[in-house]
T-cell receptor, first 119, second 111 residues
Framework: EAEVAQSPRYKITEKSQAVAFWCDPI?????LYWYRQILGQGPELLVQ????????DSQLPKDRFSAERLKGVDSTLKIQPAELGDSAMYLC?????????????????FGPGTRLTVL | GQQVMQIPQYQHVQEGEDFTTYCNSS?????IQWYKQRPGGHPVFLIQ?????EVKKQKRLTFQFGEAKKNSSLHITATQTTDVGTYFC???????????FGTGTKLQVIP
């Protein structure tokens, strides 16, 4: 069964350092999502790509976070500089179409996540 | 943006007891999805409801979408230890289907 791949699985860094996370969605999925999940809370959407274009980044702290999906396949999320409050699980998800299909939302498939600890 | 609240936040049940989590919104939802996240794992899609009053079942799990499409529930009959995890409701909106997750209900099953 095809899965969303993410790396690294765990990352420990010191504040003010730069970190980068990578995501490879399920082959053929046009839509890619980056979520941040703080312990004990639900995932919060940071950025959504439709192919290589950003269609929603309203919750992305743009002063320190950036995301790209240059060829419309895999994606990188970067934080520079990292702050203590960035410690969380960063989840990547993908879906086939991502747009309203007339019968509800397209199913999202999540990767295993990257757990970031900022010291 | 839309907000989706879930209750309870935590639930401990004896194995074999039933469990229900509720999802509420102040606005009408176009759809509701339910996800399960095992401890240390990632969210896994369970089901989606789109019609007013819709009820769907998956083995011991029953999902319901309210008549006004402002609330939903997930009911588990005769819980098992494999049901342990956090259950999230979520809803999408907009042309690109931005998904907003609820606060989650953490279920602990005592053997």
């Amino acid at each position: 069964e095809a899965e969303v791949a993410q790396s690294p699985r765990y990352k420990i860094t010191e504040k003010s350092q730069a970190v980068a996370f990578w995501c490879d969605p399920i082959s053929g999925h046009a839509t890619l999502y980056w979520y941040r999940q703080i312990l004990g809370q639900g995932p919060e959407l940071l950025v959504q790509f439709q192919d290589e274009s950003v269609v929603d980044d309203s919750q992305l702290p743009k002063d320190r976070f950036s995301a790209e999906r240059l060829k419309g396949v895999d994606s990188t999320l970067k934080i520079q500089p990292a702050e203590l409050g960035d410690s969380a699980m960063y989840l990547c998800a993908s879906s086939l179409v991502g747009q309203e299909l007339g019968f509800g939302a397209d199913t999202q498939y999540f990767g295993p996540g990257t757990r970031l600890t900022v010291l | 943006g839309q907000q989706v609240m879930q209750i309870p936040q935590y639930q401990h049940v004896q194995e074999g007891e039933d469990f229900t989590t509720y999802c509420n919104s102040s606005t009408t939802l176009s759809n509701i999805q339910w996800y399960k996240q095992r401890p240390g794992g990632h969210p896994v899609f369970l089901i989606q409801l789109v019609k007013s009053g819709e009820v769907k079942k998956q083995k011991r799990l029953t999902f319901q979408f309210g008549e006004a499409k402002k609330n939903s529930s997930l009911h588990i009959t005769a819980t098992q230890t494999t049901d342990v995890g956090t259950y999230f409701c979520a809803s999408s909106s907009g042309g690109y289907q931005k998904v907003t997750f609820g606060t989650g209900t953490k279920l602990q099953v005592i053997p």
